[in-house]
């Protein structure tokens, strides 16, 4: 937008009349610039007030209309300038209610007298002011004519008619948007007393299956507690009878016993491997009824991890008995940790002697690795191999893959709880990879330290 140098229009203001007129030259230029109605009236009510302000005490005055760059916008500003006096300095307190009409309104004290200016910015739709168009705009105001106070007192009226008009149709629209906004409020009200019965309704029901919940939870701790009284209750009754009966099977067999028959030698070899089954069977029982049970106390130690593998290499050795399988337990990697050296060495042994009864061929490998500041111990077979759906099922106690056959040996199904519950005593946990036909990996991870 163009503007030039030169003001629109100057006037000066003499009599009261006079007040009139440059009330109806400030909507003129208000409106040649672009300003629409209601910005017009603004401007000339804040410019007849300034006038008649101004022009109290009878002194003259002087009235400059010019458009000029306010900032990044376009403004119309006006000057009201009169001789320095004594009522100078009370002008910016008389003049304040003016400053709400206009975007902008001073009043500055100099040598050559008091100046009042405002300014009201041009909209973004106002046409361009080229130079042209501002010679035009100051030709039509020269030409203007001054209407009587009579016919600007009618100007004014109308003004005011569209105002209250205006004022109307706005409270009307208020008043509609307030009786829409109440009818909302009852709305989110009944809304809101809806979902607070209904929250209250879901929290009774919520704290009823709490309850119930503690009731159960008691429950279950009851009914494991007891189990593992009867597991080892059960164990501790028959250990003594079942270690008697092998004890009577090896002195039967004994040859400096009276000789037995074939018949009597093999009933008495069955005797023995079914006590035995039964005595493992027992042990099993007793030690997990001892892990369940929280009794089971880690006595914390640094742990030679090679003293250890080589314990196990020559324990597990005299079950690894078939030429086609492959035994093998690696030099660990990791020289110490800090463990509990007899349960650790339970569920690697535990582990070791799963996958040698059910691995007919080909290799069972014992490793350890460090891996993020844990160890991982793996356990790794070429058996029979386990479904992937039956990976956390075999955890189970007393569970067994279906179809499998041990090759030597009878499993008890409590070998993989054990170790997996003495995995979480330890802090660490226990974990299988397998796949059908191609054999199995188990993954102990313990923290290093």
Excluded at 136 to 149: M, N, Q, Y
Excluded at 191 to 196: F, P, T
Excluded at 253 to 263: I, R, V
Excluded at 402 to 421: E, N, V
Aim: glycine share 8%.
């Amino acid at each position: 937008m163009t503007v030039g140098p030169e003001p629109l229009m100057r006037m000066r203001l003499r009599v009261e009349q006079d007040i009139f007129v440059v009330r109806q030259l400030g909507r003129e230029v208000a409106r040649e610039v672009g300003l629409d109605q209601q910005d017009q009236t603004r401007l000339a009510t804040a410019l007849s007030e300034v006038g008649r302000v101004v022009m109290a005490d009878g002194s003259d005055a002087d009235v400059t209309f010019d458009v000029r760059l306010d900032g990044v916008s376009t403004a119309i500003q006006v000057a009201v300038t009169r001789p320095l006096s004594d009522r100078g300095p009370r002008l910016s307190e008389e003049l304040a209610h003016v400053g709400r009409l206009v975007d902008k309104l001073e009043v500055e004290h100099g040598e050559t007298g008091t100046v009042v200016w405002m300014a009201r910015r041009l909209p973004a739709s106002a046409p361009p002011l080229t130079p042209d168009r501002m010679d035009e705009i100051r030709a039509g105001l020269s030409r203007h004519v001054p209407s009587s106070p009579i016919d600007e007192l009618h100007v004014q009226n109308q003004q005011l008619i569209a105002a209250l008009d205006e004022v109307r149709s706005q409270r009307d629209d208020l008043a509609r948007l307030n009786a829409e906004l109440e009818e909302t409020n009852r709305g989110v009200m009944a809304l809101y007393h809806q979902l607070s019965e209904e929250l209250e309704e879901t929290n009774r029901g919520v704290v009823a299956l709490y309850a119930e919940l503690d009731e159960k939870s008691e429950q279950l701790a009851a009914a494991s507690e007891a189990k593992s009284r009867f597991l080892a209750n059960v164990s501790h009754e028959l250990r003594a009878p079942v270690t008697a009966v092998i004890g009577l099977s090896r002195l039967l067999a004994d040859g400096a016993s009276d000789p037995l028959t074939d018949e009597q030698g093999e009933q008495v070899g069955l005797i023995r491997t079914t006590a035995g089954d039964l005595l493992t069977l027992v042990n099993d029982l007793l030690d997990l009824a001892k892990a369940e049970a929280g009794r089971l106390e880690p006595n914390w130690e640094q742990v030679d991890l090679r003293t250890m593998f080589g314990q196990l290499r020559g324990t597990l050795r005299p079950l690894a008995t078939r030429p086609e399988v492959d035994f093998r337990i690696d030099e660990p990697a990791v020289g110490s940790m800090r463990t509990d050296e007899v349960l650790l060495t339970r569920v690697l042994r535990n582990l070791l002697t799963n996958a040698l009864k059910f691995t007919a061929e080909g290799e069972v490998r014992l490793a350890v690795r460090e891996t993020g500041g844990d160890l991982e111990f793996t356990v790794t077979d070429t058996g029979t191999g386990i479904p992937p759906e039956l990976h956390e099922r075999i955890f189970e106690e007393f569970y067994q893959v279906p179809g499998s056959k041990a090759l030597s040996g009878k499993g008890t199904g409590l070998g993989l709880p054990y170790a997996r519950r003495l995995a979480g005593i330890l802090g660490g946990g226990l974990r299988a990879d397998s796949t059908p036909g191609e054999g199995s990996t188990f993954t102990l991870r313990l923290p290093a330290s």
